[in-house]
């Protein structure tokens, strides 16, 4: 019997990448869906096609079995026509939404929460089987300092004492992996979180551990990171949803729980792995 055909969208980015790359290794034929050149494991089809534009979505969809979906945009529009193209395809949708979604701390008017419920609540109505991934921040968001890390030795950012519970992007495809390849997650929106709380501050120290290199944290006002984050290129709508959240995260942290363990048989990765495999970026 051939094994179904997956697409992972995002195939460029942090987590569709590790999809396709543990989709791969396990022998699992995976199709990536593509914008530009990219390069993949031998073995793996890349198609093109943009999710801004649902037509030229069916090359890549012809044939498939199931679709990682990663949307990529800040806003909701356009995705009930995406969602209805992989419709016409797929049996089954697995989407990379938000710890956000559904929590206790969900605020409403919140950009990026609202445009992942709204995914959600399309996904769950379009007969489909789904599951929604709901990640903790990811550890990958540090690599926005690793340029300064290897110009300046330092670190200038906000909230030192701001603890996380950042998840590894393997971690967050090895349940992707789960929720393609076997039923365990049908309909399910499993809160995923890293191993434990680690501060800003301490991240940085890992990164410098992980490169060998002493690195400095400077720490800078809240308005002094939002215009910071703006003059690098940032929309303002990201800047502005995502700092003032991560304020409210120093006295109300998310959660930590061990689903990574449940789901996949192995512990979420700690902060200190995934620097390690990332010194590099830092170097
Ligand atoms: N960062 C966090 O802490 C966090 C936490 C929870 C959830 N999330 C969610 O995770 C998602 C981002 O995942 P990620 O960090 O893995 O992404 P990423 O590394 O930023 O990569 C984005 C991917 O989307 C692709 N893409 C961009 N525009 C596209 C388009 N018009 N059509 C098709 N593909 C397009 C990019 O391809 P190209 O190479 O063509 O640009 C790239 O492969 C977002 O939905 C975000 O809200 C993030």
Redesign the pocket.
């Known amino acids: 019997m051939t094994q179904p055909r997956i697409l992972v969208?995002?195939?460029?980015?942090?987590?569709?990448?590790?999809v396709v790359t543990q989709l791969h290794a396990a022998g699992v034929p995976v199709r990536a869906?593509?914008?530009?050149e990219?390069d993949f494991p031998e073995g793996v089809q890349a198609v093109r096609?943009?999710?801004?534009?649902p037509a030229s979505l069916e090359t890549a969809l012809e044939g498939v079995d199931s679709v990682f979906l990663?949307?990529?945009?800040?806003s909701a529009e356009g995705a009930s026509d995406v969602i209805d193209a992989i419709g016409k395809h797929a049996r089954r949708l697995v989407y990379?939404?938000?710890?956000?979604v559904g929590s206790e701390e969900e605020k409403p008017g919140e950009a990026?929460t609202m445009?992942?419920t709204e995914l959600e609540q399309l996904i769950e109505g379009s007969g489909l089987e789904w599951t929604a991934l709901?990640?903790?921040?990811?550890a990958?968001?540090t690599l926005g300092w690793a340029k300064e890390v290897r110009t300046t030795g330092a670190v200038r950012a906000p909230l030192a004492r701001l603890a996380r519970p950042?998840?590894h992007?393997a971690d967050?495809a090895a349940v992707a992996v789960q929720a393609l390849t076997t039923d365990a997650l049908l309909g399910a929106c499993p809160l995923i979180t890293g191993l434990e709380l680690i501060t800003q501050e301490r991240q940085v120290a890992l990164i410098s551990e992980a490169i060998g290199r002493p690195v400095r944290f400077e720490e800078v006002t809240l308005d002094e990171a939002i215009e910071q984050m703006k003059a690098a290129g940032y929309p303002a709508e990201l800047v502005e949803a995502?700092l003032p959240a991560q304020a409210e995260m120093l006295d109300n942290p998310e959660p930590v729980n061990d689903e990574v363990e449940r789901i996949t048989g192995t512990p979420a990765r700690s902060f200190r792995e995934w620097a390690v495999d990332h010194a590099a970026d830092f170097r």
Request: no cysteine; charged share 15%; aromatic share 8%.
């Open positions: 969208t995002g195939a460029t980015g942090k987590v569709g990448g590790a869906l593509v914008r530009g990219a096609g943009d999710l801004g534009d990663v949307w990529p945009f800040l990379l939404s938000s710890a956000g990026i445009f992942h709901r990640p903790t921040g990811f990958s968001n950042l998840i992007e967050i995502v």
